[in-house]
């Protein structure tokens, strides 16, 4: 399976993940993709989100406003 991170708040990543590779991890609100490549068998864990928000990227501002747009407003701070 290829997995792409197409987030421009990220370095590009460009990997062909198989069974002996390392996972791929998906951060919150970071763009990305999967292609098959073949037959391809997934496992997908989803962790909650710990007490106190931690930074996503050093871009946090833009990424809180961008859940805010998308009206995900878990872990943001209420709005007026």
Same mark, same amino acid.
């Given at each position: ?40 068998? %997934?496992?997908?864990? %989803? ?34």
């Amino acid at each position: 399976m290829r997995y792409c991170v197409t987030d421009l708040r990220r370095v590009g990543i460009d990997l062909v993940l198989t069974p002996e590779s390392r996972p791929g991890v998906v951060e919150p609100t970071i763009l990305h993709h999967v292609v098959p490549l073949g037959t391809v068998r %997934f496992h997908v864990q %989803f962790y909650r989100q710990i007490p106190e928000a931690a930074p996503l990227c050093r871009y946090e501002e833009l990424a809180t406003r961008e859940n805010r747009l998308r009206g995900n407003t878990a872990g943001t701070e209420p709005q007026d």
